[in-house]
T-cell receptor, first 116, second 115 residues
Framework: ETGVTQTPRHLVMGMTNKKSLKCEQHLGHNAMYWYKQSAKKPLELMFVYNFKEQTENNSVPSRFSPECPNSSHLFLHLHTLQPEDSALYLC???????????????FGPGTRLTVL | AQKVTQAQTEISVVEKEDVTLDCVYE???????LFWYKQPPSGELVFLIR??????QNEISGRYSWNFQKSTSSFNFTITASQVVDSAVYFCASLGETSGSRLTFGEGTQLTVNP
């Protein structure tokens, strides 16, 4: 099931570039998430949006800026990144009923980011 | 806070062998949820199963089965008659009623099924 799509699938950028990652979900969900997966580390939750409002920011540096214009789309704007930001960035979505945060999360294929 | 431990970093088996992936969790929540995800080389995390803490019934889905035991805080995953296509990284995860949307993942087990 390709319920959650992400573009681009691969991205190489320099430290001075500005780029954006895009996530779109086709599941009718209302909650969306950004995760970072680095080599040799567990997945790290970055941001959570529920009904377009940011509900969690897991102490993410300001060089990562999320945007959720509607319940189906989620962006991650990147600027002045560091080489250690190279990772797989995964987007997920869940039902997101108000007051209920324990719904199953469904993931996209990820964007493999390399910062030179 | 939640913690998930997958002690097996890598497992290698020959096709048609059965294999069990271990998962041990820690939680202070009375109500919590446990998950297994599969991550093939393509990168996408594929949802496999969700169990609620108040339902210890084991589950079987085709060649997959899950053994949930609250007494040992374990949620193990068995693949019967493994196939090459089962090769992937498998993640166990937990979500507690007090942890918001914070899904806690284990470090994953790399399963390689050789022909």
């Amino acid at each position: 099931e390709t319920g959650v799509t992400q573009t681009p699938r691969h991205l190489v950028m320099g430290m001075t570039n500005k780029k954006s990652l895009k996530c779109e979900q086709h599941l009718g969900h209302n909650a969306m998430y950004w995760y970072k997966q680095s080599a040799k580390k567990p997945l790290e939750l970055m941001f959570v949006y529920n009904f377009k409002e940011q509900t969690e920011n897991n102490s993410v540096p300001s060089r990562f800026s999320p945007e959720c214009p509607n319940s189906s789309h989620l962006f991650l704007h990147l600027h002045t990144l560091q080489p250690e930001d190279s990772a797989l960035y995964l987007c997920a979505s869940s039902q997101g009923r108000r007051g209920a945060r324990t719904d199953t999360q469904y993931f996209g294929p990820g964007t493999r980011l390399t910062v030179l | 806070a939640q913690k998930v431990t997958q002690a097996q970093t890598e497992i290698s088996v020959v096709e048609k062998e059965d294999v069990t992936l271990d998962c041990v969790y820690e939680t202070r929540d009375t109500t919590y949820y446990l998950f297994w995800y599969k991550q093939p080389p393509s990168g996408e995390l594929v949802f496999l199963i969700r169990r609620n803490s108040f339902d210890e019934q084991n589950e079987i889905s085709g060649r997959y089965s899950w053994n949930f035991q609250k007494s040992t805080s374990s949620f193990n995953f068995t693949i019967t008659a493994s196939q090459v296509v089962d090769s992937a990284v498998y993640f166990c995860a937990s979500l507690g009623e007090t942890s918001g949307s914070r899904l806690t993942f284990g470090e994953g087990t790399q399963l390689t099924v050789n022909p």
